[in-house]
C-alpha cells in the first residue's frame, strides 16, 4: 500500500516497535503507529485524505491516535532511526497540514488531553477529545473544557466521555446460584460477589443457566463478570430462553483475582421472566471462572449529569450510534449496556433542548462569566463539586446563561461512576448580579426534566446592595439539569471577548482621540461595543488605531476618528486573531496581563490566549 517499514514509531524507553492489538491473542489485529513528523508518511496519507473526499464525497477528516503510551511530555517516541518525536507538535502540525492540502475542515482526536494544547492553538476546524482516567472527575472536565476554550479561541468542541464504562448498572444474577451442569463453584481467589464463583467452566457441555425478570420490554446487555488466567481467549455461547442469540468473547485477565465485564452482547426482551444461559460448545472454548451475569442498563441519573455539565460547558457528547444505541466504549458497536425508558424519553427533550436553545448553549463567544449568582437554603458551588449544587454563569452573545447541574446526591467526585437518585430541589430562591448590564426585559428557564425542554418566563423582582444592582426569582423545579437565561436573543451587544473572558474596552468611556484601548469585565456599555466593518474595528464612533502609525512591537492602540489608513486595517485569521495590516503583527495584551486596565497593543503574532479575540457579539 505504499506504506514504508521505517515510517514507525518506536518506544524512546525500549526501541520496540509501537503497536497494538486489537484483540490481544491475535497478531493480524495490530495497527502500527506512524511517525506523523516523516514527510513520506505525511505526503502518503495526504493523497490518501484527498482521495476519500474526492471519491466518498467526504466533508472534511478526522484523524485519530491512541494518545500518550510512551509516559513522557512528548510522547515518549522515536523514529525508527532513534531520533526523538515530539508527538503534540507533531500531530498538530499533520492537521494544519491536512486542512491545507484539502481545502476541507480537519480535526484530531486528543486522547485523554494528550496534545489538546497544540491541537486547540493549530488550524483545526474543531476540537475532539476522548477522555480517559486523566479527566475523569467532574472538576478535571470542567478545566480541560475551559482550557480548550481558552487555548483555540472559541473553536466548537466535541467530548467523547463513554458514561458508566468498566462499570455495571442493571439486575445481576450470582452464577453460583444458578442452574449448573458440569461445574463447580469455589471461594479461592478474591473480587467475587455473592457465596462464590462458578469454577472449572471449560468442558464441552458445561453450562449456567440464571433467570432474570426484565422490568420493560426493550434491549438490554447481558454481560458476564469473569476472570480468565489462562493462554487463550475464551468464548461462551449464549442462550436466551433457550434459543441461541449469539458469542461472547472471554479475554484473558491479569490473574484469577481479577475480573472483568467489559464483554457481552446486546438482546432485547419482553417484559416478565427470562432465562439466560452460558454453554461451552467444544474444547477450543477455553476455561474461565464466572462470578455472575448483570441484564445490563446504563445508569440513569449519571447520564442526564454528564449530559447536563457538557451542555452548561458548551460543548458536544458524541453519545449516539446506530439505532437509538448509546455508546458505552470506544468500539461503538459496543452493546453492553442500553438505555431504560425513562432515559431513553430524557434523552429525546434533552437533545430537543440543544438544537433549539443552540444560540444560548453553543458558539465562538460563549465565555465563562464572572457575575454572581447565588441560591437560598441549597449548598452550592460555583465548581462541580459531589454534595452541591454546581451553578455555571456562562455568557454568549450578550446574554446571561446559568446553568444548575444536580450534583447533590453524588458521592464520589467521578462523572463516569453511576450514582443513586437525583436529588430534586423545588421552588429554588436565586438571585443574579447584573454588573453593568441593564435589568433583563425577560427571564425565562428551561430542562429536559420539565416541560420537555419548552421555556417557561420567571417572575422576578430587582433591587441592589453593596455588592450591585441584582435580579431575584424563584426557579419551579430543579432536577438533573435547569438553565436560566436572560437578555435579547436577537440582538448583540457588540463585546469583542478575549480568551481571559474580559473584553475589548475604551478607557472610562472617553470619545476623544487618543483614548487607550483597554481590557476590562464584559459589560454592555458603549465602550465595548464594537463593529468590524470594511476590515475596520469600530467604537464610540470612532476606529481601533495603532498610535503614531508605529509598526514596532508593542505600539500601543487608541481610539481615532476613522480615516481607512493601513494604521487602522485588521485582518481575522484562522487562529482567531486580529491582525494588523501596516505591521503584520497582532492585537495583544500588554505582557499578557489578563486584568482590568491592562493595555492593548500590537506583538509577533502567536498562538497564545492574550491574541485570541471573538468577533463582536
Not at 490473574?255 to 454453554?279: A, N, Q
Request: include cysteine.
Amino acid at each position: 500500500h505504499g506504506v514504508a517499514p521505517g515510517w514507525r514509531l518506536k518506544y524512546a524507553s525500549t526501541g520496540a516497535d509501537w503497536k497494538f492489538l486489537m484483540y490481544a491473542d491475535d497478531p493480524r489485529t495490530a495497527l502500527w503507529m506512524m511517525d506523523p513528523s516523516n514527510q513520506n508518511w505525511v505526503s502518503h496519507m495526504q493523497a490518501e485524505y484527498r482521495a476519500q473526499i474526492q471519491q466518498m464525497g467526504f466533508e472534511g477528516t478526522h484523524l485519530d491516535q491512541l494518545g500518550n503510551w510512551g509516559g513522557a511530555a512528548d510522547g515518549g517516541m522515536t523514529t525508527a532511526a532513534g531520533k526523538r518525536v515530539d508527538l503534540p507538535v507533531a500531530l498538530a502540525g499533520m492537521v494544519d497540514t491536512t486542512r491545507r492540502s484539502t481545502g476541507r475542515p480537519a480535526g484530531l482526536n486528543a486522547v485523554d488531553g494528550f496534545g489538546a494544547k497544540q491541537l486547540a492553538e493549530s488550524a483545526s476546524t474543531y476540537l475532539y477529545s476522548e477522555l480517559w482516567e486523566r479527566n475523569e472527575t467532574w472538576t478535571r472536565l470542567q478545566s480541560y473544557v475551559n482550557k480548550q476554550r481558552l487555548d483555540s479561541g472559541g473553536k466548537p468542541a466535541v467530548i467523547a466521555a463513554y458514561a458508566n464504562n468498566k462499570h455495571l448498572s442493571g439486575i445481576t444474577s450470582e452464577a453460583e446460584l444458578g442452574t449448573r451442569s458440569g461445574v463447580s463453584t469455589n471461594t479461592n481467589h478474591t473480587g467475587f460477589t455473592g457465596s462464590g464463583f462458578v469454577d472449572q467452566f471449560g468442558d464441552p457441555g458445561d453450562e449456567v443457566t440464571l433467570t432474570f425478570d426484565a422490568p420493560e420490554s426493550r434491549r438490554y446487555g447481558i454481560v458476564p463478570k469473569w476472570s480468565n488466567h489462562t493462554s487463550q481467549t475464551a468464548w461462551r455461547t449464549v442462550l436466551v430462553d433457550g434459543k441461541k442469540v449469539g458469542r461472547i468473547r472471554l479475554g484473558q485477565t491479569g490473574s484469577w483475582d481479577e475480573w472483568s465485564v467489559e464483554g457481552g452482547l446486546g438482546v432485547s426482551l419482553s417484559k416478565g421472566r427470562h432465562t439466560v444461559t452460558m454453554r461451552v460448545d467444544s474444547a477450543s472454548d477455553g476455561f474461565i471462572n464466572l462470578d455472575s451475569v448483570t441484564l445490563s442498563s446504563f445508569n440513569t441519573p449519571s447520564v442526564q449529569l454528564l449530559n447536563g455539565a457538557l451542555a452548561s460547558l458548551g460543548v458536544g457528547h458524541i453519545e449516539m450510534g446506530q439505532g437509538n444505541q448509546m455508546l458505552a466504549a470506544p468500539y461503538f458497536p459496543d452493546e453492553t449496556k442500553h438505555m431504560d425508558a425513562t432515559l431513553a424519553a430524557w434523552m429525546r427533550s434533552y437533545y430537543d433542548m440543544l438544537v433549539g436553545y443552540e444560540n444560548v448553549l453553543y458558539g465562538p463567544n460563549l465565555h465563562p462569566s464572572t457575575k454572581q449568582f447565588s441560591v437560598k437554603g441549597v449548598p452550592a458551588s460555583t465548581s462541580p463539586l459531589p454534595g452541591k449544587l454546581w451553578t455555571n454563569v456562562m455568557r454568549n452573545n450578550g446574554v446571561d446563561v446559568i446553568h444548575l447541574v444536580n450534583l447533590l446526591n453524588e458521592k464520589d467526585s467521578t462523572w463516569r461512576n453511576p450514582t443513586g437518585a437525583i436529588a430534586k430541589q423545588t421552588n429554588v430562591a436565586a438571585k443574579f448580579y447584573l454588573g453593568e448590564d441593564p435589568v433583563p426585559k425577560s427571564i425565562r428557564v428551561a430542562s429536559p426534566d420539565r416541560m420537555q425542554g419548552r421555556s417557561e418566563s420567571l417572575a422576578f423582582t430587582t433591587g441592589s446592595d453593596a455588592k450591585g444592582r441584582f435580579v431575584e426569582f424563584v426557579i419551579p423545579e430543579v432536577s438533573a439539569w435547569t438553565m436560566v437565561y436572560m437578555g435579547d436573543l436577537r440582538v448583540g451587544n457588540g463585546n469583542v471577548v478575549n480568551r481571559s473572558s474580559m473584553c475589548l474596552d475604551i478607557a472610562g468611556g472617553e470619545q476623544a482621540n487618543g483614548t487607550p484601548a483597554q481590557l476590562w469585565d464584559c459589560a454592555s456599555v458603549p465602550q465595548q461595543k464594537v463593529s468590524w466593518a470594511d476590515g475596520q474595528l469600530h467604537v464610540l464612533g470612532k476606529c481601533l488605531d495603532v498610535a503614531n502609525k508605529a509598526t514596532g512591537n508593542g505600539a500601543v492602540i487608541h481610539l481615532w476618528d476613522c480615516h481607512g489608513g493601513t494604521s487602522q486595517q485588521w485582518v481575522r485569521t484562522e487562529y482567531s486573531q486580529f491582525r494588523h495590516v501596516a505591521s503584520g503583527r497582532c492585537l495583544d495584551v500588554q505582557e499578557g496581563r489578563l486584568s482590568n486596565g491592562s493595555r492593548l497593543h500590537v506583538w509577533d503574532c502567536h498562538v497564545g490566549a492574550s491574541q485570541k479575540w471573538s468577533l463582536p457579539q
